[in-house]
């Protein structure tokens, strides 16, 4: 699969990651987990090496009391961790994952954040939705990068890790790269993923092109003030198409639009340049409402 067909449920997510951690426990993430750390050589000692693996992603995401102990076995998915009330935390992998050991920091870092997501009491109500989140978090704070990288093709087969597209791990990684300034493309051993990174931020980069941001193109532009008009002359009507909507609050023409950063929805009169500041990520915003 391909594409964006879970951008609502990501975008949701990443709201939810701010409404929970708060802007500040996010930036404490402001460094990915390096290549380095969870390099895996074939001939390096399978269980020590993937203990030590498991280690980096519990150092990674602060859960200094947790302990993993990982085991393999043949399943249909990747990879499963029993969520219980701790410290020990049982996680299988996929037996193929035995001789695949290049992606064992991929499958780690998705459980992992399973147990990270599990103390916080954070979750989506469904499977599909709450993988979903388990992927963005994991992208969105630091991990996430090994499973777009792990997204490989070749003549003969294909491998994608997460419930995630590619194109979708990548808009999020882009998002993530914007927010702690960081160039994720620097890491890729897999030439798709590098190119799902790309159109993952385009895709990311036009959320900061809409109205009424001053970034918006010439075209957002004339759309939206044709739009305000219209809810001027209709009473706050809402306006149909793009992103925002309008209300009439006392009398005042007022622009409710997504935050480009964490897609909470920021509402503000519709009067004008100004800047805005977004009370839950603090991004600061131009806006020509």
């Known amino acids: 699969m391909h594409g964006y067909p879970h951008l609502e449920t990501v975008r949701a997510a990443l709201t939810a990651l701010y409404k929970r951690l708060s802007y500040d426990t996010v930036h ?22 993937v203990q030590r693996v498991a280690r980096e992603m519990v150092r990674h995401l602060r859960l ?19 969520l219980a009330a701790g ?26 954040m399973h147990v990270y997501l599990h103390r916080l009491g ?15 978090a994991t992208t969105y704070l630091g991990a996430g990068w090994l499973l777009l990288d792990a997204y490989r093709e070749d003549g003969a087969t294909s491998q994608k890790l997460g419930y995630l597209t590619p194109e979708e791990f990548g808009y999020v990684l882009a998002k993530r790269a914007s927010a702690f300034g960081e160039a994720p493309e620097t890491w890729f051993t897999s ?22 941001l001053t970034a918006a193109g010439w075209a957002g532009r004339r759309r939206y003030a044709k739009d305000r008009r219209y809810a001027l002359d209709h009473g706050g009507a809402v306006a149909a198409g793009g ?21 909470q929805r920021i509402r503000v ?16 915003l131009e806006c020509d409402a």
Do not use: W
């Open 191 to 212: 030439a798709q993923a590098y190119t799902a990174y790309t159109k993952g931020l385009a895709h990311a980069r036009r959320d900061e092109q809409q109205p009424p």
């Open 243 to 263: 992103s925002y909507s309008f209300s009439l609050d006392h009398g005042t023409l007022r622009v409710t639009f997504p935050c480009p950063t964490c897609h």
């Open 64 to 82: 200094p009391d947790a302990r993993m102990i990982v085991g393999f076995r043949e399943m249909d998915h990747a990879a499963y961790v029993e």
């Open 122 to 136: 954070l979750s989506f109500p469904g499977t599909r939705d709450n993988e979903i989140l388990t992927d963005t």
């Open 269 to 284: 009169p519709a009067r004008g340049r100004m800047r805005v500041r977004c009370t839950l990520c603090r991004t600061v």
């Open 87 to 112: 410290p020990e935390y049982f996680i299988e992998l996929n037996d193929r994952f035995r001789t695949h050991r290049r992606d064992i920091g991929a499958a780690l870092a998705h459980e992992v």
């Open 28 to 49: 404490t993430f402001e460094t990915s987990v390096a290549p380095a750390d969870v390099a895996f050589h074939d001939q390096d000692d399978l269980y020590l090496g």
